[in-house]
């Protein structure tokens, strides 16, 4: 398990960003203990707290592609990596981890590289260029990804308590979540139990930009 946060915005200055996006990724640090660390840009922050189960070594994220163009945040496994590996003729040298393979295979495919890849997943991917966000949760779910749009700021993590945790304060509670969660035992669609707060559902994928 690890935990991916983020956001994008247009008038926040350095310094504050700074502090926002470490308070998002300490607050989830249970996630991934191993390592954390953070990417700040002129109008983005990218995060990850990273679990270090295989290739300890090579994992360490946010990862930039070679072409400096589009970073990488990855929570969850890739059943069969090695299998793309093979079929697009990668070099296994300098593909030694799961995040360095979806960055490649998303360079060349785009979007459509979700549908090469077998497992469970959230996924960020940020194009720099187009100053645009992919989100991509997998297909049962497995992996958490929430977000809020709010004025400038679009914000997104692996738990709730991050995207509070940016504005430092209280959510207000949904009444219509908590009638779904009592009528069906769990919240249905996109909705959370908090207003203005969403989860990506299983098996889909958002795109934010200007």
């Known amino acids: ?70 970073i990488l945040s ?16 990668f070099s296994k040298n300098k593909i030694d981890s799961e995040a360095k393979l979806l960055v490649k295979l998303f360079e060349l495919k785009g979007v459509d590289f979700i549908s090469e890849i077998q497992g469970q997943f959230a996924i960020s991917i940020y194009d720099i260029i187009n100053d645009k966000l992919y989100l991509f949760r997998d297909r049962f779910g497995i992996r958490p990804i929430y977000y809020k749009h709010k004025n400038k700021t679009f914000l997104y993590s692996s738990e709730i308590k991050s995207i509070v945790a940016f504005e430092e304060s209280a959510p207000k509670t949904s009444l219509l979540a908590i009638a779904s969660t009592s009528l069906f035992w769990s919240n249905i669609g996109d909705a959370t139990s908090f207003k203005d707060i969403f989860q990506i559902p299983p098996s889909n994928y958002l795109t934010f930009d200007k």
């Open 74 to 89: 990855f929570n969850g496994e890739i059943f069969n990596y090695k299998d793309i590996i093979s079929k697009y003729s």
């Open 1 to 70: 398990m690890c935990g991916i946060a983020g956001f994008i915005h247009k008038s926040i200055d350095p310094g504050e960003a700074k502090n926002k996006i470490t308070k998002m990724i300490n607050i989830i640090n249970h996630r991934g203990p191993d390592d954390t660390c953070a990417l700040i840009g002129k109008n983005f922050c990218v995060a990850t707290a990273r679990l270090a189960i295989e290739k300890i070594k090579y994992g360490q994220q946010p990862i930039v592609d070679d072409k400096k163009r589009y």
